[in-house]
Protein backbone atom coordinates (compact mmCIF):
# COMPACT_ATOMS: atom_id res chain seq x y z
CA UNK A 1 0.00 0.00 0.00
CA UNK A 2 0.53 3.89 -0.30
CA UNK A 3 3.51 5.03 2.57
CA UNK A 4 5.44 7.72 3.50
CA UNK A 5 9.11 7.90 5.41
CA UNK A 6 10.39 10.52 7.09
CA UNK A 7 13.51 8.81 8.22
CA UNK A 8 14.73 11.39 10.80
CA UNK A 9 12.44 11.56 14.20
CA UNK A 10 15.18 14.87 15.16
CA UNK A 11 16.95 16.99 13.46
CA UNK A 12 18.89 19.80 15.17
CA UNK A 13 20.28 22.67 13.62
CA UNK A 14 22.04 26.01 14.65
CA UNK A 15 20.53 29.30 13.80
CA UNK A 16 21.20 30.69 10.42
CA UNK A 17 22.15 26.94 8.68
CA UNK A 18 20.43 25.60 5.90
CA UNK A 19 17.29 23.28 6.40
CA UNK A 20 16.60 19.81 5.11
CA UNK A 21 13.77 18.07 5.85
CA UNK A 22 13.54 14.80 3.59
CA UNK A 23 10.55 12.75 2.69
CA UNK A 24 9.97 9.74 0.16
CA UNK A 25 6.88 7.84 -0.40
CA UNK A 26 5.57 4.94 -2.06
CA UNK A 27 2.35 4.75 -4.37
CA UNK A 28 0.95 3.17 -7.29
CA UNK A 29 -0.46 5.98 -8.34
CA UNK A 30 1.07 8.28 -11.19
CA UNK A 31 -0.89 11.32 -10.00
CA UNK A 32 0.72 11.94 -6.37
CA UNK A 33 0.01 14.41 -4.21
CA UNK A 34 1.97 15.75 -1.49
CA UNK A 35 2.08 17.59 1.62
CA UNK A 36 3.99 19.85 4.64
CA UNK A 37 2.32 20.18 7.58
CA UNK A 38 3.44 22.04 10.42
CA UNK A 39 2.88 21.46 14.21
CA UNK A 40 3.80 24.17 16.36
CA UNK A 41 4.17 23.69 19.89
CA UNK A 42 0.17 24.48 21.51
CA UNK A 43 -1.58 25.53 18.24
CA UNK A 44 -3.15 23.11 15.56
CA UNK A 45 -0.80 21.61 12.54
CA UNK A 46 -1.55 23.36 9.53
CA UNK A 47 -0.89 22.97 5.89
CA UNK A 48 2.96 24.30 4.70
CA UNK A 49 3.10 23.61 1.34
CA UNK A 50 1.52 21.14 -1.44
CA UNK A 51 2.20 19.90 -4.22
CA UNK A 52 1.58 17.21 -7.42
CA UNK A 53 3.11 19.10 -9.83
CA UNK A 54 6.60 16.65 -11.42
CA UNK A 55 10.14 19.18 -11.06
CA UNK A 56 7.71 22.39 -9.31
CA UNK A 57 9.27 23.96 -6.89
CA UNK A 58 6.68 25.28 -4.63
CA UNK A 59 7.55 27.73 -2.02
CA UNK A 60 5.72 29.11 1.26
CA UNK A 61 6.38 31.04 4.19
CA UNK A 62 10.47 30.78 3.24
CA UNK A 63 10.15 26.84 2.97
CA UNK A 64 10.41 25.21 -0.02
CA UNK A 65 10.04 22.06 -1.67
CA UNK A 66 10.21 19.99 -5.03
CA UNK A 67 8.00 17.03 -6.03
CA UNK A 68 10.16 14.66 -8.11
CA UNK A 69 8.42 11.64 -9.28
CA UNK A 70 11.52 9.75 -10.69
CA UNK A 71 13.22 9.65 -7.08
CA UNK A 72 9.38 9.79 -5.22
CA UNK A 73 10.31 12.61 -2.92
CA UNK A 74 9.25 15.78 -1.35
CA UNK A 75 12.29 17.15 0.67
CA UNK A 76 11.26 20.15 2.89
CA UNK A 77 13.88 23.15 2.65
CA UNK A 78 15.15 26.37 3.89
CA UNK A 79 18.16 28.15 3.47
CA UNK A 80 18.64 29.46 7.05
CA UNK A 81 17.06 28.13 9.92
CA UNK A 82 15.08 30.50 12.57
CA UNK A 83 14.29 29.91 15.95
CA UNK A 84 10.71 30.05 15.19
CA UNK A 85 10.63 27.26 12.78
CA UNK A 86 11.44 24.86 15.48
CA UNK A 87 8.42 22.53 15.24
CA UNK A 88 7.13 19.26 14.06
CA UNK A 89 6.76 18.48 10.46
CA UNK A 90 4.98 15.78 8.83
CA UNK A 91 4.67 14.95 5.08
CA UNK A 92 2.09 13.36 3.49
CA UNK A 93 0.51 11.59 0.88
CA UNK A 94 -3.35 11.85 -0.39
CA UNK A 95 -4.42 8.12 -1.03
CA UNK A 96 -5.85 8.79 -4.44
CA UNK A 97 -5.17 5.09 -4.72
CA UNK A 98 -7.56 4.31 -2.88
CA UNK A 99 -9.90 6.83 -3.11
CA UNK A 100 -10.39 7.34 0.14
CA UNK A 101 -10.28 10.82 1.46
CA UNK A 102 -7.74 10.09 3.59
CA UNK A 103 -3.77 11.81 3.82
CA UNK A 104 -1.29 8.87 4.90
CA UNK A 105 0.85 10.77 7.14
CA UNK A 106 5.09 10.01 7.84
CA UNK A 107 5.82 9.74 11.35
CA UNK A 108 6.65 13.73 11.40
CA UNK A 109 10.63 15.12 12.09
CA UNK A 110 11.10 17.38 14.83
CA UNK A 111 12.93 20.77 13.90
CA UNK A 112 15.23 21.69 17.23
CA UNK A 113 16.82 25.30 16.13
CA UNK A 114 19.14 26.27 18.76
CA UNK A 115 20.87 29.81 19.01
CA UNK B 1 -10.19 30.17 6.90
CA UNK B 2 -11.85 27.23 7.84
CA UNK B 3 -12.79 26.99 11.44
CA UNK B 4 -12.63 23.74 13.30
CA UNK B 5 -13.54 23.83 17.20
CA UNK B 6 -13.01 21.24 19.24
CA UNK B 7 -14.18 20.30 23.01
CA UNK B 8 -13.11 20.03 25.97
CA UNK B 9 -9.51 20.97 25.59
CA UNK B 10 -8.61 19.09 28.31
CA UNK B 11 -10.03 16.17 29.60
CA UNK B 12 -8.71 13.32 32.70
CA UNK B 13 -11.10 10.35 33.08
CA UNK B 14 -10.19 6.93 35.18
CA UNK B 15 -9.61 3.69 33.48
CA UNK B 16 -12.97 2.27 32.59
CA UNK B 17 -14.79 5.59 31.79
CA UNK B 18 -17.13 6.99 29.13
CA UNK B 19 -15.88 10.13 27.08
CA UNK B 20 -17.13 11.84 24.58
CA UNK B 21 -14.68 14.77 21.97
CA UNK B 22 -16.58 17.04 20.21
CA UNK B 23 -16.14 18.38 16.88
CA UNK B 24 -17.36 21.13 14.88
CA UNK B 25 -16.43 22.88 11.82
CA UNK B 26 -18.65 25.51 10.01
CA UNK B 27 -17.13 25.49 6.38
CA UNK B 28 -19.04 22.32 5.04
CA UNK B 29 -16.34 20.05 3.93
CA UNK B 30 -17.73 16.90 3.46
CA UNK B 31 -14.88 15.19 5.44
CA UNK B 32 -14.04 15.35 8.55
CA UNK B 33 -11.26 13.01 10.73
CA UNK B 34 -10.18 11.87 13.99
CA UNK B 35 -6.70 11.51 14.43
CA UNK B 36 -4.27 10.67 17.67
CA UNK B 37 -0.79 12.39 18.42
CA UNK B 38 2.05 10.46 20.33
CA UNK B 39 5.38 10.59 20.16
CA UNK B 40 7.35 8.34 18.03
CA UNK B 41 4.21 7.51 16.39
CA UNK B 42 2.86 10.63 14.58
CA UNK B 43 -0.59 11.10 13.91
CA UNK B 44 -2.85 7.94 13.48
CA UNK B 45 -6.26 7.93 11.82
CA UNK B 46 -8.69 6.52 13.95
CA UNK B 47 -12.30 6.82 12.17
CA UNK B 48 -12.94 9.72 9.71
CA UNK B 49 -16.53 10.31 7.43
CA UNK B 50 -17.43 11.71 4.41
CA UNK B 51 -21.18 13.22 5.25
CA UNK B 52 -23.66 12.99 7.79
CA UNK B 53 -24.78 9.48 9.04
CA UNK B 54 -21.23 8.26 7.05
CA UNK B 55 -18.40 6.28 9.28
CA UNK B 56 -15.35 5.14 7.60
CA UNK B 57 -12.80 2.83 9.60
CA UNK B 58 -8.84 4.71 10.10
CA UNK B 59 -6.25 2.84 10.50
CA UNK B 60 -5.99 2.61 14.60
CA UNK B 61 -9.77 1.90 15.74
CA UNK B 62 -9.94 0.07 18.12
CA UNK B 63 -11.61 0.96 21.33
CA UNK B 64 -13.22 3.95 19.77
CA UNK B 65 -16.74 4.78 17.92
CA UNK B 66 -17.18 7.44 16.32
CA UNK B 67 -20.50 9.10 15.19
CA UNK B 68 -21.44 12.09 12.24
CA UNK B 69 -24.65 13.61 13.25
CA UNK B 70 -24.42 16.46 10.96
CA UNK B 71 -22.67 17.81 8.14
CA UNK B 72 -20.95 20.40 10.99
CA UNK B 73 -20.36 17.55 13.97
CA UNK B 74 -18.47 14.78 14.20
CA UNK B 75 -17.68 12.92 17.77
CA UNK B 76 -15.78 10.50 19.19
CA UNK B 77 -16.66 8.12 21.90
CA UNK B 78 -14.20 6.41 24.40
CA UNK B 79 -16.74 3.67 26.55
CA UNK B 80 -14.33 1.80 28.28
CA UNK B 81 -11.11 3.89 28.72
CA UNK B 82 -7.72 2.70 28.96
CA UNK B 83 -4.29 4.21 30.02
CA UNK B 84 -3.56 3.42 26.44
CA UNK B 85 -5.71 6.07 25.14
CA UNK B 86 -3.83 8.89 26.90
CA UNK B 87 -3.16 11.39 23.69
CA UNK B 88 -3.62 14.13 22.25
CA UNK B 89 -6.53 14.36 19.81
CA UNK B 90 -7.00 16.06 16.67
CA UNK B 91 -9.91 16.67 14.67
CA UNK B 92 -10.08 18.08 11.17
CA UNK B 93 -11.88 18.74 8.18
CA UNK B 94 -11.36 18.76 4.38
CA UNK B 95 -12.76 19.35 1.23
CA UNK B 96 -12.38 16.69 -0.67
CA UNK B 97 -13.39 15.97 -4.53
CA UNK B 98 -14.13 12.21 -5.73
CA UNK B 99 -12.40 10.62 -2.58
CA UNK B 100 -9.15 12.75 -3.22
CA UNK B 101 -7.75 14.32 0.53
CA UNK B 102 -7.40 17.83 0.02
CA UNK B 103 -6.08 20.63 2.85
CA UNK B 104 -6.98 19.42 6.20
CA UNK B 105 -7.92 22.15 8.46
CA UNK B 106 -7.24 20.87 12.30
CA UNK B 107 -8.89 21.89 16.00
CA UNK B 108 -6.64 23.20 18.47
CA UNK B 109 -6.70 19.45 19.92
CA UNK B 110 -7.81 17.92 22.99
CA UNK B 111 -5.44 16.29 25.54
CA UNK B 112 -6.44 13.51 27.13
CA UNK B 113 -5.29 11.50 29.82
CA UNK B 114 -6.95 8.09 31.20
CA UNK B 115 -5.64 7.20 34.86
Known amino acids: GDSVTQKEGLVTLTEGLPVMLNCTYQ???????LFWYVHYLNESPRLLLK?????KRTEHQGFHATLHKSSSSFHLQKSSAQLSDSALYYC?????????????FGLGTTLQVQP | EAAVTQSPRNKVTVTGGNVTLSCRQT?????MYWYRQDTGHGLRLIHYSYGAGNLQIGDVPDGYKATRTTQEDFFLLLELASPSQTSLYFC??????????????FGSGTRLTVL
Open chain 1, 27 to 33: TIYSNAF
Open chain 2, 92 to 105: ASSDAVGGSAETLY
Open chain 2, 27 to 31: NSHNY
Open chain 1, 51 to 55: SSTDN
Open chain 1, 92 to 104: ALSDRAGNTGKLI
